[in-house]
């Protein structure tokens, strides 16, 4: 089995529809795709509307979080999309979106760069605008060369010169309102350093005794050694260990089932929800 458990789709900042990302995923020989839009349940019916046969479709989220001023997404599998309490902060999160967005324009027309609101906007389009949004506008504009050149200190990377804070979870609750939501919680990219500054490994220990299931190892932006010591802190802890491809579409480079997890780690992802079931294809 071939399973991917991090996509994104223009529900929040891919740029394939969700219909587009299941029927890429069935090409590419994937048996499992989970689809984890940040802070949104919003591409869930049309992935599964459109969800071919012999792929198997993960609902999940990729919720927004920080500890002690530092950024980091909490992966939420398998959770009741209902539950209110768990929904009411993904709108809380979601309602600032745009004024986040609004404001990083401001500051990058205060640098003299000649972005616009309306292009932002168009670029996200139905999807929850961020800063993947805003970053393909500067490529647009030849300011910077990629998406991934424009999170720096430079521009939009935490702390720079056009990052604009916003509304974010404390991952300690966000645990809580996972497993309250019946799902399972996996702590993506954790030490991406390339990204920016992570928390501290010491960090991971605490969540692990707050019930986080598992760590996302195998990551486009984890190094071989990171990864290695990612899995040795993994069994420390009991934690799971997943792989994934954080796949954005066009927007990275990143392939679908570029990594992928282990099928008895998805299984017990599998077994230790109640919140909601994997949603098997029926040819959509």
Not at 204 to 226: K, P, R, S, Y
Not at 232 to 260: M, N, V, W
């Amino acid at each position: 089995m071939r399973i991917d458990l991090h996509t994104h789709s223009t529900a929040s900042d891919g740029t394939d529809t969700p219909a587009e990302l299941v029927r890429n995923a069935a090409a590419q020989g994937l048996d499992v795709v989970a689809l984890t839009d940040h802070d949104t349940v919003g591409g869930y019916e049309e992935a599964t509307k459109a969800l071919p046969s012999g792929l198997t479709l993960v609902t999940g989220a990729e919720l927004s979080c920080r500890l002690n001023g530092v950024s980091l997404h909490m992966l939420a599998y398998l959770f009741d999309p209902a539950e209110p309490e768990l929904a009411r902060e993904r709108e809380l999160v979601r309602d600032d979106r745009v004024p986040r967005a609004r404001a990083m324009v401001a500051k990058l027309r205060e640098l003299d760069v000649p972005i616009t609101w309306d292009r932002v906007a168009e670029i996200a389009g139905d999807g929850a605008v961020g800063r993947p949004h805003v970053a393909t506008a500067l490529v647009e504009l030849g300011v910077v060369a990629s998406v991934s050149d424009a999170f720096t200190q430079d521009w939009l990377a935490d702390g720079g010169r056009a990052h604009v804070e916003k509304h974010e979870l404390d991952p300690f609750d966000a645990i809580r309102l996972i497993k309250g939501a019946g799902g399972v919680a996996v702590f993506a990219h954790p030490l991406a350093v390339k990204r920016g500054q992570c928390v501290p490994e010491s960090a991971i220990g605490e969540l692990a005794a707050a019930g986080l299931d598992g760590i996302e190892v195998d990551h486009m932006d984890h190094t071989e050694d990171i990864r290695a010591r990612l899995r040795g802190l993994a069994a420390e802890l009991g934690l799971l260990t997943t792989g994934s491809s954080d796949y954005h579409g066009s927007r990275k480079t990143c392939r679908l089932g570029e990594y992928t997890t282990d099928p008895e780690i998805y299984g017990e992802i599998v077994r230790r929800a109640t919140g909601a079931f994997p949603v098997p294809g029926a040819g959509g």
